[in-house]
Nanobody, 121 residues
Framework: QVQLVESGGGLVQPGGSLRLSCAAS????????MGWYRQAPGKQRELVAA???????NYADSVKGRFAISRDNAKNTVYLQMNSLKPEDTAVYYC???????????????WGQGTQVTVSS
């Protein structure tokens, strides 16, 4: 089993910044893609940003130029730096990871418990 533990959420004023972290632990051989999703009240969960093990990134159009995803493979940790935050960024943010448990090239998808980000004055 693998656990994903998120941290760094909170309340911030519009225009402010937050940095989310997500550390994976447990039965890990390697981790392929990692990412951040968010879900606002009454809306579907959506991809915010993703990063491959090689460092290639992908962002939702709504966050391009404001958010930056990065990872530390040695620590099995992914980060999301969020700048110029807007009220519409308010949501529960979830960490996601595709984990290999051994030499067989099959991955299992895991989710964190979510961390609340609220952007409000």
């Amino acid at each position: 089993q693998v656990q994903l533990v998120e941290s760094g959420g909170g309340l911030v004023q519009p225009g402010g910044s937050l940095r989310l972290s997500c550390a994976a632990s447990g039965s890990i051989f390697s981790i392929n893609a990692m990412g951040w999703y968010r879900q606002a009240p009454g809306k579907q969960r959506e991809l915010v940003a993703a990063i491959t093990s090689g460092g290639s990134t992908n962002y939702a159009d709504s966050v391009k130029g404001r958010f930056a995803i990065s990872r530390d493979n040695a620590k099995n940790t992914v980060y999301l730096q969020m700048n110029s935050l807007k009220p519409e960024d308010t949501a529960v943010y979830y960490c996601n990871a595709h984990v290999r448990h051994g030499i067989i090239v099959v991955t299992t998808e895991y989710w964190g418990q979510g961390t609340q980000v609220t952007v409000s004055s």
